[in-house]
């Protein structure tokens, strides 16, 4: 059997979806899977599911017509927008499915309608899946990642001294509210256990944010913003202690190795449906009466305090980080 799966970004929604993939593989072995993404997230797509096909995707007729050349048995389009609709309805398959965004439900929650949660994206992802298998499957199966190898040529480290810890920071989201202020992560940088060293890690968008917290003590601190592949940005948060990040793809990519990290939500918040899936997992979350005042993060506090980020104080971080490494 064939089946293709269209999710063309960002980066913790396609680890979302690896459940979906695997569930799929689980219950028609041998089955061929293609999955559809932005060229820049193919690597991604490999690293969570190497023994399926990648293609990415190019808005011009003679991409479609490619598409086209193969027939598939079911299509799933786990995006929910025009050009992964467009492209679900362009290729040959059988029978089409899109998942159930529960855009009601999601914007009851963010103006204050509804007490209610979503469980996860995860559980989004399989309405789509049950529409072709005529039922739900339980349990649902969460994102995994496989610490790449990396045999032979490990990307760089920075040094850290026996039985140190190393704790690697994101500091960085795409919305400004969902990121932790500046001056909070320096507070916190210079409280922490003497003995715990920081790696700094994200895009080259955030290059220069931390090269400032480098410089506040750059003898335990390394940035290596925007160095690695993603594959070796799997293996190098692997070799961490704890994650510490705001809710962004580099949350869902610990999540799903299943590292111990501490999760900072902001403007957001985990009744939404995007909770880290991780056992490891201690969220930090004020649970303002403001929160959350959007789905995906916003530029600036509607309300212009900001409390839901800067309530949050260094030794709130502190504990959060010794229970990870101390296992509670």
């Not at 269209?6 to 041998?30: C, H, M, N, Y």
């Not at 309405?127 to 032979?152: C, F, R, W």
């Not at 060293?197 to 290059?207: A, Q, R, T, V, W």
């Not at 929160?291 to 504990?319: A, K, N, S, V």
């Amino acid at each position: 059997m064939k089946f293709l799966i269209i999710r063309l970004s960002s980066l913790g929604d396609i680890i979302l979806t690896q459940p979906i993939v695997a569930e799929l593989k689980a219950r028609f072995p041998g089955c061929e899977i293609s999955y559809v993404c932005k060229p820049q997230n193919e690597e991604l797509v490999r690293l969570m599911a190497p023994d399926i096909r990648v293609i990415g995707f190019h808005e011009e007729a003679a991409w479609f017509a490619r598409l086209r050349q193969t027939r598939y048995d079911a299509a799933f389009d786990l995006h929910g927008k025009l050009a992964s609709s467009a492209i679900l309805y362009a290729a040959r398959a059988g029978k089409r499915f899109r998942y159930n965004k529960q855009r009601s439900m999601r914007k009851a929650i963010v103006n204050h309608k509804t007490d209610a949660s979503i469980t996860s994206t995860v559980d989004l992802y399989y309405s789509a899946l049950a529409k072709y298998l005529g039922y739900k499957p339980s349990p649902l199966l969460l994102p995994t990642i496989q610490v790449p190898a990396m045999e032979g040529n490990p990307p760089p480290m920075p040094a850290v001294p026996d039985g140190k810890p190393l704790i690697t920071i994101f500091p960085g989201a795409l919305h400004h509210t969902k990121m932790l202020p500046e001056y909070l992560w320096k507070e916190f940088l210079r409280a922490a256990d003497p003995d715990w060293h920081f790696l700094i890690l994200g895009s080259p968008k955030e290059d220069a944010i931390a090269r400032r917290l480098e410089a506040v003590q750059p003898e335990r601190i390394t940035n290596q913003c925007g160095k690695y592949s993603f594959e070796e940005l799997a293996w190098v948060m692997a070799q961490s202690a704890v994650i510490i990040s705001s809710d962004s793809g580099p949350m869902h990519l610990a999540a799903a190795l299943r590292l111990p990290q501490v999760a900072i939500f902001g403007s957001t918040h985990p009744r939404l449906g995007f909770s880290p899936m991780n056992p490891n997992a201690h969220i930090i979350c004020k649970d303002l009466s403001c929160q959350p005042c959007t789905l995906h993060g916003r530029l600036y506090c509607p309300l212009g305090h900001f409390d839901c980020m800067r309530g949050i104080t260094p030794q709130e971080l502190i504990e959060a980080v010794r229970e990870r490494l101390n296992g509670v």
